[in-house]
């Protein structure tokens, strides 16, 4: 059998140490998340940027470097290749007229959490789960549910019961078996591991406690350097909840720059939050390396409500090592931001795409960012999944039906 992946290992975040990649893994002996290794001169000889661009337009083009190796065992939905689009008026009026957007909206489930289902689900089935078993704050959980149906697999899926209501109605229509929790997404993760430890042919995929859920999300890093030519922006802003796709977005800069597929500089990378949730950003401006729960951690951007994240030290060494920065912005600025960016440019954003709109603007108006860089904000879903951060008021009626 052809093998469709390079994937050679795992090594723990933490110590370096190496483990099995073929075989059902959890977190490290040390208890720190694993990364999946590749051998990279194999990937390098057996494929280039330029054969990529003729392949479907999904995250799977970039298979050598994913974990799945049996191309028969991916299950997909044409997850990838979301647009990166321009924002000339929004960008304007920010003062950075080289202003971007990764457009995760347009992704099966509407949210980003679609790449790390794809890839963690196809792996797991690939490697013999029957189930997969997750605490979530919605949008994870409604994306796992899905694709562990599309792949025949079950799903157990515990989020608190403050999570966006469309996500509950996405895990239930899926097929999962679905538990609310009166509590935060700690306390549904406690529930959850109690339950796989007690329950056959069922994985704990809680985030960064599985390692391929990354290794999907790692793709909206190879996409951007893509559709940009092969070529990094100055500045990529990312809303940070577990951190695994800030994580992943710096492991996919460091696999291109060793394929010899980017060269340059490394893009700055912020870790934007809620000020309501906000330990990266207290740890950074405190020159910590791992973070600290705030207390009462409340935000209406639910994606990035993770008051104390495993791979906490990992988000902080992407923002050490890149010369970025970590950024809070209230929900009212936040939302102010999702306003003005659908009446600037026509897209209705997530509430966390949102804050790195708002960031940008904190950024550029504190001179971190300058007017002439090439700047991405991550929006990580669509505003459809949270229909209430509008408010459609006051009615418009057709009086005696005519429109004046
Ligand atoms: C989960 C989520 C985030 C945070 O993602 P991490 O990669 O875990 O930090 C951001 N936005 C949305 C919409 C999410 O669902």
């Not at 799903?155 to 996405?170: H, N, Q, S, Y």
């Not at 026509?346 to 001179?367: D, F, H, K, M």
Request: one cysteine or more.
């Amino acid at each position: 059998m052809p093998d469709h992946s390079t994937l050679s290992h795992l090594e723990c975040s933490r110590e370096g140490t190496r483990h099995d990649a073929d075989v059902v893994q959890g977190t490290s002996p040390a208890g720190a998340p694993l990364l999946a290794r590749y051998d990279l001169d194999r990937a390098r000889s057996s494929v280039t940027p330029a054969e990529i661009a003729g392949r479907p337009p999904d995250l799977w083009r970039y298979h050598e470097l994913l974990p799945v190796r049996d191309p028969a065992q991916v299950v997909t939905m044409g997850e990838g290749m979301t647009p990166l689009l321009p924002l000339p008026r929004a960008g304007a009026r920010l003062g950075l007229p080289r202003l971007l957007m990764k457009d995760e909206g347009l992704i099966p489930t509407g949210a980003f959490k679609a790449r790390g289902a794809a890839v963690g689900v196809s792996r797991a089935a690939e490697l013999g789960v029957r189930a997969v078993a997750m605490p979530t704050n919605g949008n994870a959980g409604a994306a796992w549910a899905c694709y562990a149906a599309r792949a025949g697999l079950g799903a157990l899926i515990a989020m608190p019961v403050d999570a966006p209501e469309i996500t509950r109605r996405e895990v239930v229509v899926s097929g999962a078996e679905l538990y609310l929790v009166d509590g935060l997404i700690g306390d549904a993760g406690r529930l959850v591991a109690d339950a796989v430890a007690r329950r056959s042919g069922y994985q704990d995929t809680s985030t960064l406690r599985e390692p391929y859920r990354l290794e999907g999300k790692k793709t909206m890093g190879y996409e951007i350097a893509e559709q940009l030519g092969w070529r990094a922006p100055d500045v990529i802003l990312y809303p940070t909840g577990g951190g695994v796709g800030i994580i992943a977005i710096h492991k996919a800069l460091q696999e291109m720059r060793e394929l010899g597929w980017l060269t340059g500089p490394m893009p700055r990378l912020v870790a934007v939050q809620a000020a309501g949730c906000a330990p990266i950003v207290d740890a950074f401006d405190a020159g910590l390396r791992t973070s600290e729960a705030p207390a009462d951690p409340h935000t209406v951007a639910f994606g990035i409500t993770v008051p104390k994240a495993l791979g906490d030290f990992l988000v902080l060494d992407a923002v050490y090592a890149t010369g970025g920065t970590a950024v809070a912005v209230t929900d009212d600025e936040l939302l102010a931001a999702q306003h003005a960016l659908a009446r600037d440019e026509g897209t209705w954003i997530c509430p966390e795409g949102a804050a790195c709109v708002a960031a940008a603007g904190r950024l550029r108006e504190s001179g971190w960012l300058d007017g002439g860089d090439e700047v991405v904000v991550l929006n990580t879903g669509s505003g459809l999944l949270y229909p209430d951060t509008v408010v459609a008021e006051p009615p418009v009626l057709a009086k005696d039906g005519i429109i004046p």
